[in-house]
């Protein structure tokens, strides 16, 4: 598990933004955006059923913008919340 961690977080690191996750590019990563109570959470596939769930670090909830995939080019910063088991 703790090489795939080091993986994701290499992937993190080396974006441009989190537009570079943006589906269908999103690879052996699988990101997307949680819902519910979850929103605003992105979630990486690590090793089923663990995720990595991060949340951005710049509040941009509040703002407008042409597209989804424009929103995620915004997102340049992430922190890191936790792993978690997504079926449990």
Not at 6 to 32: K, M, Q
Not at 38 to 56: C, E, N, Q, T, V
């Amino acid at each position: 598990m703790a090489k795939k961690i080091t993986i994701r977080v290499n992937a993190l690191a080396a974006a441009h933004s989190l537009g570079d996750f943006w589906p269908p590019y999103s690879g052996p990563e699988r990101c997307h955006e949680l819902k519910g109570d979850l929103s605003g959470y992105f979630s990486f596939d690590l090793k089923h059923p663990y995720r990595l769930r991060a949340r951005p670090l710049k509040d941009i909830s509040k703002r407008e913008f042409p597209s989804e995939k424009d929103r995620w080019n915004e997102i340049k910063d992430l922190a890191i919340e936790n792993i978690t088991d997504t079926q449990g």
